[in-house]
Every structure is written in C-alpha cells, then in structure tokens.
C-alpha cells in the first residue's frame, strides 16, 4: 500500500469553503492556531506569509500554500507591517486601504478532516507545503483550486461527494512533492517517502502492517546496517521506526474502533497482534482507555454530531 494513499483515506477532507482575499497598500493580518487545514493560490501580487516560529515567506503570483494544521500565522504586505487581529471567516475579506483597485488578491479557502485520525497523521506532515509558481505542480493545484472555488460556489447535485473527491486530488499532489521554506529541509513521513531507502521500509510497514517487522528486517530492506537505518530513520521521520509502526497500527485501530462493526481479535490480528488481550494491553497504555471505552466514546460523539447537524 502507499503511505501516502492510506493518509488521505484516513484524513477524510470534507466541508470544504473558499473566499477572496484581497488589500492594498500596506497591511498586516495575525491569526491564532485554528484546526481546521487552510490552503490559498495568490492570484494577483505578492504578500507575506510569517507562520509561528519561522521566518517570514514571500508569496507570490501563482504560488499554493496548504498549512495541514493552521498554526498561528500573518499575512502582511511587507515584512514588518503592524498587524491587526484576524478572525477566520467563510466571507471574502479586504485589508489595507479600503478605496481603489486592490493590488493583491488571493483565493483562500478551508476544510475539515476526520476528528479521530487527524491528530495522528498530521504530526507526520510539514506544518507548510509551499509550491513555487514555477513549479509544474502549482499549474495542476490552480487548476483544482479552480474546481473547489467554482464547486463551492454553485448549489449542483452530489457538491458534497465532488468537493470531497477534489480535495482527495489537491492533498495528493500536496504530498507527492511537498515544498518548504528555502533552507529548510523537509520532515516527516513526505522526507522518509523521499529518500529510496527508507521508502521501501515504509512501503513494507504500510503494505504489511500486520507482519512482525523488527528493526533489523526493515534494514534489510532498505539496503543498510541496522544502527544506520534506525539513525536514519530517526533523524527524517522525527521517531524511531517500531514507534513509527506503532503509531500506525494505533491510528489504524482508533480508525476502525471510531467506525464500529468489526470484532476485536479480528481487528487486533490485522493490524499485527497475537490477542486481543495484547491489542487492548497496547491501545490502553498509548491512548489512555480501552478499546471499548474509546468506541462507546467515538458512537456518543458521532450520535450527538448527527443530531447538531
């Protein structure tokens, strides 16, 4: 299986909404962290973009950002610019001098991802994917954004199942070739898929999560000593590599828990565990409460969605 493919069925996008963004003249605008994932092509100029904790990043005509997790950011017409407070809304927005002809314009929308996996999957993605005008892959995500935008806005038959299904096409082309801040190396699982040795250990964790991998078998695979690859391993993907297959095998488990329907010792054997014992053993001490408590849990939270909707 692809790493990549089973994080965009886990992630589930969904509920997506798009708007204007547009200023002139100098402007500054500071948002707080929010969940929901943000993505936005510059249609017209350039701004600034200073995500929290890094410096700040020239955008400009044609360049996509998606920030998975919306940490807290700024968007300003000039580094330095005096920012005022931001709130995130579903309606086009104006900065800067409200008079006259905006000299930039930007298409910036947001969506939702599935509450139970992704915490999980996003800690393994970059907090920013950038990709530069003169990069192919911008051509190709202006082009889905043009759908998402032009979806959003009519009220067509099946817009839920389309919009989704777009989303699926633009975090896909995000994840095959994720841009950074220059001078910034890539983390996460996207560096593990780029570096050849490491991606076949990945690609076998993912196509088998059920097999007893250990760390020397993995190595094996990747072509290399078990002290390097575990070093390597470590230093790109931000964990060890049985953490990792841990950690996979959890979200996998709390996927399946949240959806119901499949019996325990069933789910423990195919996501690698010799009893059912051992699975809830294991899912207790990493998530905080038993299997059954954590699908009880997720049924009481779905029913009480249901009913809000």
Same mark, same amino acid.
């Given at each position: 299986?692809?790493p990549? @493919?089973?994080?965009?069925? +886990?992630?589930?996008?969904?509920?997506?909404?798009?708007?204007?963004?547009?200023g002139r *003249?100098?402007?500054?605008?500071? =948002?707080?962290? =929010?969940?929901? $994932?943000? /993505?936005?092509v510059?249609?017209?100029?350039?701004?600034?973009?200073? !995500?929290?904790g890094?410096? $700040?990043?020239?955008?400009e005509r044609?360049d996509?950002?998606l920030? #998975?997790?919306?940490p807290?950011f700024?968007? +300003?017409?000039?580094?330095?610019?005096?920012?005022?407070?931001?709130? #995130?809304?579903?309606?086009?927005?104006?900065?800067?001098?409200?008079?006259?002809? #905006?000299?930039f314009?930007?298409?910036?929308?947001a /969506?939702?991802?599935?509450p !139970?996996?992704? $915490?999980?999957?996003?800690?393994?993605?970059? %907090?920013?994917?950038h990709?530069?005008?003169?990069d192919?892959?911008?051509?190709?995500?202006?082009h889905?954004?043009s759908?998402?935008?032009?979806?959003?806005?009519?009220?067509? $038959?099946?817009?839920?199942?389309? &919009?989704?299904?777009?989303l699926? !096409?633009m975090?896909?082309?995000?994840?095959?070739?994720?841009?950074?801040?220059?001078?910034?190396?890539?983390?996460?699982?996207?560096?593990?898929?780029?570096?050849?040795?490491?991606?076949?250990?990945?690609h076998?964790?993912?196509a088998?999560?059920?097999?007893?991998? @250990?760390v020397?078998?993995? %190595?094996?695979?990747?072509?290399?000593?078990?002290?390097?690859?575990?070093?390597? /391993?470590?230093? @790109?993907?931000?964990?060890?590599?049985?953490?990792y297959?841990?950690?996979?095998?959890?979200t996998?488990?709390?996927?399946? +828990?949240s959806?119901?329907?499949?019996? &325990?010792?069933? &789910?423990?054997?195919?996501?690698? =565990?010799?009893?059912?014992?051992?699975?809830? @053993?294991?899912?207790r001490?990493?998530? *905080?409460?038993?299997p059954g408590?954590? %699908?009880?849990s997720?049924?009481?939270?779905?029913? &009480?969605?249901?009913?809000?909707?």
């Amino acid at each position: 299986m692809d790493p990549v @493919t089973d994080i965009i069925g +886990l992630l589930r996008p969904h509920a997506v909404f798009s708007k204007p963004i547009t200023g002139r *003249g100098e402007w500054g605008v500071r =948002y707080a962290a =929010y969940e929901e $994932p943000g /993505f936005a092509v510059v249609m017209r100029g350039r701004c600034w973009l200073a !995500v929290e904790g890094s410096e $700040p990043l020239v955008l400009e005509r044609g360049d996509f950002v998606l920030l #998975p997790s919306s940490p807290a950011f700024a968007l +300003l017409s000039r580094p330095g610019a005096a920012c005022s407070k931001g709130v #995130p809304s579903t309606h086009g927005v104006r900065h800067g001098d409200p008079e006259g002809e #905006p000299d930039f314009e930007m298409l910036g929308g947001a /969506f939702r991802l599935d509450p !139970v996996n992704a $915490p999980l999957v996003l800690a393994l993605l970059p %907090a920013m994917i950038h990709i530069r005008d003169g990069d192919g892959d911008a051509i190709r995500l202006s082009h889905i954004v043009s759908l998402i935008m032009d979806e959003c806005a009519a009220e067509r $038959p099946g817009k839920d199942m389309v &919009l989704r299904r777009h989303l699926d !096409v633009m975090l896909v082309e995000c994840l095959r070739r994720p841009g950074v801040p220059r001078g910034t190396p890539p983390s996460g699982l996207l560096a593990g898929m780029q570096d050849a040795a490491l991606a076949r250990a990945l690609h076998a964790m993912h196509a088998e999560v059920r097999a007893g991998w @250990t760390v020397a078998g993995l %190595a094996k695979l990747a072509g290399m000593s078990r002290s390097a690859f575990s070093a390597r /391993f470590s230093h @790109t993907l931000g964990c060890a590599p049985m953490e990792y297959l841990l950690r996979w095998r959890m979200t996998l488990a709390r996927d399946a +828990l949240s959806r119901g329907g499949k019996p &325990l010792d069933r &789910l423990a054997e195919e996501i690698g =565990y010799e009893s059912a014992s051992a699975f809830s @053993t294991a899912f207790r001490r990493r998530v *905080g409460c038993s299997p059954g408590a954590f %699908a009880r849990s997720r049924r009481l939270a779905n029913r &009480l969605q249901a009913a809000a909707a």
